[in-house]
């Protein structure tokens, strides 16, 4: 996302076990010298996690079967100073939803089930939504079913609580909407794969965990991974998770889950190559599963989506590939494929300012080199000082620009510096490179302002971010009035999460209190407004008599959830006795 950093660790030699042995002549020193030059490039990317006192990552390169490299960066553990090695136990986050669907996969080809079932044939307790939500459609992120980890923040839910099975399945159970129409869309749900472990217990008469070390782990010989279904639960060698602050220094970050399919699948680089090898074996589940895993997925009007069961479908400089990547707390994961190429990288990391597909892409540029088309090019921002620019000139800047419908740049100004904040984010100081042109330090991107003469104002600007320019226009938001501030006031009820937010203004700001404290509204149009994560997009409901009854909450993967206002009698008034 735009201004966002969306992502991303350590320090011992040691090579893995390789996942399949293949009998290899003796190496000639200039493969040898090549190999170590290749080995030296990677440790690089590493760098800045390679030290004791930082989390880090642990990789490794794999090629025909085996280990060709593997390392670790930094620390598995601060407090004691424990570091990363290719036996250290990561949670994978998202590269868990792969197995989940091989698990599926697997019962699909047992003949216990089809991919085309609606999944209330095995989940009754879930909503009738008009239109059958199939096992395929799940699979794909095209069911319409809201994200459960959106759904929890909306109703009050942090991430260092404990969350169960039981807890996702209440919240899910109690939606009677749906994004969008099942097929209709791609739209990332970790709750279609909350739903499809469900679906394998039911059908198999086994937890998700018991089914998949039986079928899938044990007969891959992957003897140090499981699904983690009960937070707390010792895992020996396990990597603690660190996020790093504002003042640069990590802070241990805490993941609860007490909940499978999606996430909390613990492993190591070295059983991860003895499942990436299966991919080209066939050794378990057999090479039609592979192929079927490997399917992309289709919307109702044909058009095909980049994503199959667990992986992204898709390629890289000319190379066809198979990936995913998962981020949760501050672990940051990736397995990267070249299937053609027999050549796969896995990055598990432990540090939540580290990009593991990124940094995935990057070995795999090392690696293939030969092998790739030229990269595109994508034009950098260039090494400029900071100037100091006169306040007066700051002023033709100070307003709202669209991106496009419903996300907006705002500028303002803090005294002798602009601040910007998008649709959703917070607000991020800008220093000026010279008397048009403004960059944050959060993140590389730069804003640069048409040129005005005295005393007008900038009409137009454009976003330099990740090698794209992307024009801004200056738009006029009509500021709420304070009767109508006044009218949104009051407590709004969703039946769907159980919760009540309340909307107030203080201090001329419109504020809502939700069950983690308060969050002001910035105005984005007719009764329109954003504000920080878990709300995104809020929209009230207003008749023509200036009455709202009722507000719309978009946060990206949780569309048009509605509040509906209520009355609250205060405990002890005549009309609550």
């Known amino acids: 996302m735009l201004f ?3 992502t991303a660790v350590f320090a011992a030699l040691y090579l893995s076990t390789p996942a399949v042995v293949v009998a290899q002549p003796a190496p000639s020193s200039s493969t040898i010298s090549s190999n170590v030059s290749m080995e030296r490039a990677v440790d690089q990317l590493f760098a800045q996690w390679a030290e004791p006192n930082s989390p880090g990552a642990v990789i490794a390169v794999l090629q025909d079967g085996k280990i060709i490299y593997s390392h670790g960066y930094g620390a598995a553990n601060l407090e004691y100073g424990v570091p990363n090695t290719p036996s250290t136990v990561f949670h994978l986050a998202s590269v868990s939803k792969q197995f989940t669907a091989f698990a599926i996969h697997l019962l699909a080809h047992d003949g216990k089930l089809s991919l085309d079932d609606d999944v209330r044939k095995y989940v009754p307790k879930l909503h009738d939504f008009g239109k059958p939500i ?3 459609q799940l699979l794909h992120h095209t069911s319409g079913v809201r994200d459960q980890w959106n759904l929890l923040a909306l109703a009050g839910w942090r991430l260092d609580d404990e969350i169960t099975d039981d807890d996702i399945a209440h919240l899910l159970f109690r939606q009677t ?5 099942p097929g209709d869309q791609f739209l990332y749900s970790n709750s279609g794969y909350t739903l499809l472990a469900m679906v394998v217990k039911q059908v198999s ?9 039986e079928r899938i782990f044990e007969p891959l010989g992957m003897s140090h991974t499981h699904f983690q279904d009960k937070y707390g639960t010792i895992v020996k060698d396990r990597a603690y998770s660190y996020a790093r602050q504002p003042d640069g220094k990590y802070q241990y970050v805490a993941l609860t889950y007490s909940t499978v399919g999606p996430s909390s699948l613990f492993s190591t680089v070295g059983d991860l190559a003895r499942w990436d090898e299966n991919f080209y074996t066939g050794d378990v589940g057999g090479e039609m599963l592979l192929g079927d895993m490997q399917q992309k997925g289709k919307l109702n009007n044909g058009r095909d989506v980049n994503y199959a069961s ?7 400089r000319g190379l066809r590939t198979v990936e995913h990547a998962g981020g949760d ?4 994961t990736n397995i990267l494929r070249f299937p053609d190429q027999h050549f796969s990288v896995v990055v598990l990391a432990n540090a939540g300012d580290l990009n593991p597909t990124a940094l995935s892409f990057g070995i795999a540029d090392i690696y293939l080199k030969q092998l790739l088309k030229p990269a595109p090019d994508k034009p950098a921002l260039d090494d400029k000082p900071e100037v100091t620019v006169d306040p007066k000139i700051l002023d033709a800047y100070v307003g709202d620009y669209e991106l496009r419908p419903g996300f907006i740049i705002s500028i303002s100004k803090d005294n002798d510096h602009l601040v910007a904040r998008a649709t959703g984010q917070p607000s991020f100081p800008m220093y000026a490179v010279s008397d048009t042109a403004f960059r944050l330090r959060v993140v590389v991107a730069e804003i640069v302002f048409d040129k005005v003469a005295q005393g007008g104002a900038a009409q137009s600007a454009v976003l330099h971010q990740n090698g794209a320019n992307l024009a801004l226009k200056r738009i006029t938001i009509s500021k709420p009035t304070a009767d ?11 039946a769907e999460l159980g919760v009540i937010y309340n909307v107030f203004v203080r201090e001329d700001v419109l504020m809502v209190h939700t069950p983690r404290g308060d969050l002001g509204l910035q105005p984005d149009g007719v009764d329109a407004f954003s504000a920080r994560f878990p709300i995104g997009n809020l929209k009230f409901v207003c008749a023509d008599d200036n009455r709202c009854n009722a507000m719309l909450i978009d946060d990206g993967r949780v569309k048009q959830l509605r509040f509906d ?3 609250l009698e205060p405990i002890g008034s005549k009309s609550s006795q």
């Open 565 to 567: 206002k209520t009355s």
């Open 205 to 213: 008469g086994k937890a998700l965990p018991e089914f998949a070390k």
């Open 4 to 6: 966002r950093i969306v």
């Open 177 to 181: 909407e749906l994004n969008f129409a």
């Open 134 to 136: 199939t096992i395929r």
């Open 310 to 316: 667990g992986l992204s479908i898709g390629k890289y």
């Open 484 to 494: 109508r501030l006044k009218a949104y006031e009051g407590h709004y009820y969703s």
């Open 329 to 332: 707390a501050a672990y940051r």
